[in-house]
């Protein structure tokens, strides 16, 4: 099969992973070291002579290492098609973009499913829980190993944005640009209370174990579902579940009973049943903490522009208007920091319906701001 | 020298010194940021337009979505040598507050106007017609300029204020200075541009 008759034109086209072996141990913030870890990364486009044109891609809640392209056989693309490819925001001809599923992932990199090589066991509970500090620890280290000394970008969105922030305040000299998207400076408690019912639903359902599942043969399906489901209502604005949905019965009359009813309730048991499917219970909830613990500002006295005069980089901070979870107000608090750093920062909020989602749609006047910021970048770095 | 650089906003860059640190309200495309940096001096605009912001990213200047008339509440106190609003003070919901927040987050505040006095609107207004002019082409039902002033009627606004003017240029509509400005500000300067400086303190 060819693959260029395969998928559009504005693709990658297929891409395959690779596993990184990082063999420098990691000290984490919990105390704990591991002195071992494995990544799993794609990249897309190439690097060139200068080793100047590398983007780093950081993932959010549920994300991997699959951003791009399509895997062999398969027909959905990875989770950021729409940004990008050849031609798209993130132009493959000219970038070298790499993804990586990170540390505590559940898609091959190491993790709580998988083994410890202490027990020859799977981790489970016994993995390190994580902050957003310790995965730019080891992304630093993936990029050591990629030969990547300074970035070009450092570009994610949501949870991703928190480790765009925090590259740029950890290692200055090794981010030349930050494009920090759908984000907060941290989470509020509102956000900490959606994170704390996510985790009750997997820690009580019966199934879990104590994250020891995976001996049992068994999967907290029911808790982990209802902690997507939860998490799903978040990422969509109240007018788009109206638009989406309505108040639509799917049958010609109500039945009186808890059966699924209406269209809005269809549509988040079967987010939450395939994201059982994909998804890790003792990842998601390693996720939902490095969500909660994540605060830059902590070690400057809460002081959040004075974490961000540590930064060298050029930024550029994107929110949407129907973002309720992670609102334009939040991502101006991180301007407001930056410009009182006295910090190179652009803003744009950008018109949307969706809600927090909108960062992986192709909305126009989104796409054309990235191309903008991201072509000038191109020139820069001379990709 | 301000080569290639449009002639209203040359005159800005005349007045800012290099090394700066400046606030651009009402940024446009970002040509007098960018031509400023080529000066050292580096600084954001504020913007609400798609197009301009666009503009802006893709040449490299700090650019800020935000509207100016929700205040400048994100910048602090003297943060700024200069803030500058070009054409556009008259565009604003309160012009007087603009100014007082330009002049708390900036040492110094630069702001360009159309001047409502000048002989073609007086003309227009004598013909019981309101003035469509090279410097306000705009129809009264479609202009976004709703709070018109002549040169008198800021000046009166600066003295009622305390502002200080450091400076003024008063000029026709190909930005020019003559013997007419000196003699009849009010009547025959089509632009207005001031600087000003907070109230000395009390």
């Keep these: ?383 | 020298m301000n080569h290639g650089l449009r002639p209203d906003l040359a005159l800005i860059a005349d007045w800012i010194r290099p090394g700066s640190r400046v606030l651009d309200l009402g940024c446009g495309d970002g040509a007098l940021l960018a031509h400023l940096a080529s000066h050292n001096a580096r600084g954001y605009g504020l913007e609400i337009d798609p197009d301009n912001i666009a503009r802006c990213l893709r040449r490299g200047v700090n650019v800020i979505e935000a509207d100016v008339d929700d205040g400048l509440r994100e910048f602090a106190d003297g943060s700024f040598d200069y803030v500058v609003m070009n054409q556009a003070l008259q565009a604003m919901q309160r012009p007087d507050r603009v100014v007082a927040e330009m002049l708390r987050v900036g040492r110094t505040a630069i702001v360009t106007f159309p001047n409502f006095g000048h002989w073609r609107v007086r003309l227009a207004l004598s013909n019981g017609r309101m003035p469509v002019t090279p410097a306000l082409p705009e129809t009264w039902f479609n202009t976004p300029n709703i709070h018109l002033c002549t040169v008198a009627d800021f000046e009166d606004l600066c003295q009622a204020q305390k502002w200080r003017v450091l400076k003024r240029s008063l000029l026709d509509h190909q930005l020019r200075d003559g013997p007419l400005m000196k003699l009849a500000p009010n009547f025959f300067a089509e632009a207005a541009l001031y600087m000003l400086g907070s109230p000395p303190p009390a």
């Design chain 1, 1 to 383: 099969m060819n693959a260029k008759e395969d998928y559009p034109a504005d693709s990658v086209g297929v891409v395959s992973p690779r596993c990184m072996v990082i063999d420098t141990p990691l000290a984490l913030d919990c105390g704990r070291t591991l002195p071992r870890h494995e990544l799993m990364v794609e990249t897309y486009g190439s690097l060139n002579i200068a080793r100047s044109n590398a983007v780093l891609v950081c993932h959010a809640l549920s994300g991997d290492h699959h951003a791009a392209g399509y895997h062999a056989g398969d027909h959905k693309p990875g989770w950021w098609d729409s940004c990008i490819g050849p031609g798209k925001p993130v132009d493959t001809h000219r970038f070298f973009v790499v993804a990586l599923n990170n540390l505590g992932g559940c898609k091959g990199s190491t993790g709580p499913n998988t083994l410890n090589p202490d027990t020859g066991k799977p981790w489970g509970p016994d993995f390190p829980l994580l902050t957003v500090r310790d995965w730019v620890r080891s992304q630093a280290l993936l990029a050591d190993a990629l030969g990547i000394s300074q970035w070009a970008v450092v570009m994610g969105g949501s949870l991703g944005g928190f480790q765009v922030m925090q590259w740029a305040i950890d290692f200055p000299a090794r981010v030349r640009n930050a494009l920090v998207i759908a984000a907060a400076p941290r989470l509020s408690a509102q956000n900490i209370a959606f994170n704390e019912i996510a985790r009750q639903a997997i820690l009580s359902d019966p199934e879990f174990h104590g994250g020891h599942f995976y001996e049992r043969r068994t999967v907290p399906s029911r808790g982990l579902k209802l902690a997507r489901m939860l998490g799903h209502i978040t990422y969509l604005s109240d007018e788009a579940m109206r638009a989406k949905f309505g108040q639509e019965l799917r049958t010609a009359a109500p039945s009186f009973n808890f059966d699924v009813e209406f269209e809005v309730e269809s549509y988040l048991r079967h987010q939450g049943q395939s994201f059982v499917e994909r998804f890790d219970a003792n990842t998601y909830l390693l996720m939902t903490k490095a969500l909660d613990y994540f605060d830059p500002a902590r070690d400057f006295g809460g002081d959040l522009s004075a974490a961000f005069r540590q930064a060298l980089a050029q930024f550029f901070v994107i929110a949407f208007e129907a973002d309720w979870r992670f609102s334009p107000a939040r991502s101006r608090e991180i301007v407001k920091a930056l410009v009182a750093a006295g910090r190179e920062v652009s803003y744009a909020s950008i018109d949307s319906q969706l809600g927090h989602d909108d960062f992986l749609m192709a909305l126009p006047e989104y796409h054309r701001q990235l191309r903008a910021w991201l072509g000038r970048i191109a020139e820069q770095v001379q990709a």
